[in-house]
């Protein structure tokens, strides 16, 4: 069975896909059961291809084989190259602003709920597989985010 691709056999971006986000698409990475492969974000990422979001689309089926949580699923686009900045406002700001929530959600500015996680970043050799089947490929990064303390409300979760 042949993959639904974004690349024609070139490796080039389909110009379908471009058009479609000059059109106003909103691209998510959706990193769920099967919807991450290092050799596809590389090949977008290196075209300037970039995700309008990143979500971790974590379920019970996921949660312990393929994703484990958002911060893991960050951790990939960094060490794709994304700066911290551009990663974490895509899992914030973004998209809240898409949702027309800015004012209250994805941001720490007075006034907003304060629901914040706050990471910090671990050196050392993470191994990260992606997701496609039925090869799957594993990479080790050298730095992976994790969690610290979560807020929700102004609370302590």
Request: aromatic share 8%.
């Amino acid at each position: 069975m042949t993959r639904a691709s974004i690349f024609n056999e070139d490796g080039g971006l389909i110009p379908e896909v471009s058009r479609a986000k000059e059109r106003g698409v909103l691209f998510d990475v959706a990193h769920g059961r099967n919807n991450f492969c290092w050799e596809t974000a590389e090949l977008a990422l290196n075209q300037g291809f970039l995700p309008t979001t990143i979500s971790s689309d974590l379920t019970l089926n996921t949660v312990n084989i393929f994703v484990h949580n958002l911060p893991t699923v960050l951790s990939k686009f960094i060490h794709l190259g994304l700066p911290l900045y551009d990663v974490v406002e895509r899992c914030t700001l973004a998209p809240a602003s898409l949702l027309g929530m800015n004012d209250r959600k994805g941001t720490l500015k007075i006034g907003a709920e304060a629901d914040i996680a706050i990471f910090d970043i671990e050196d050392g050799e993470f191994p990260i597989w992606d997701n496609i089947r039925p090869c799957k490929e594993r990479r080790m990064i050298k730095s992976c985010l994790k969690t610290v303390g979560v807020f929700k409300g102004g609370k302590t979760v």
